[in-house]
């Protein structure tokens, strides 16, 4: 008997962006998360699968333990992003 697991297409959340074309399907992100946010996927190099965007805690942990740069990163929403004013220009950024 086959089983599969997709990921969540109705929910709005996308806790982390996982960019294919960087990734090189260690799994660290999977192993560290300590909610098992992700899964992995069978195909050797594959970028992991995320399951429950859901239940992401935004502790970086999965950000900081991958070994390559760029291959995934937060995304966390707009209200928990730092908005910084430069006081000489008034210029806003957020990070
Ligand atoms: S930020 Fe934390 S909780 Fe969210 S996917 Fe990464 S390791 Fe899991
Ligand atoms: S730790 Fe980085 S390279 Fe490894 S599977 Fe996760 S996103 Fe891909």
Request: glycine residues 6%.
């Amino acid at each position: 008997m086959k089983s599969f697991a997709l990921p969540n297409n109705t929910s709005p959340a996308s806790p982390v962006i996982i960019d294919a074309d960087i990734c090189n399907g260690c799994n660290k992100c999977v192993n560290i998360c300590q909610v098992d946010l992700m899964i992995p996927v069978r195909k050797k190099g594959a970028a992991p699968i995320i399951l429950y965007p859901e239940e992401c805690w935004y502790c970086g942990c999965c950000v900081e333990i991958c070994p390559e740069t760029g291959a995934i990163k937060l995304n966390p929403p707009l209200i928990q992003r730092v908005r910084w004013k430069r006081k000489k220009t008034g210029e806003h950024f957020r990070v």
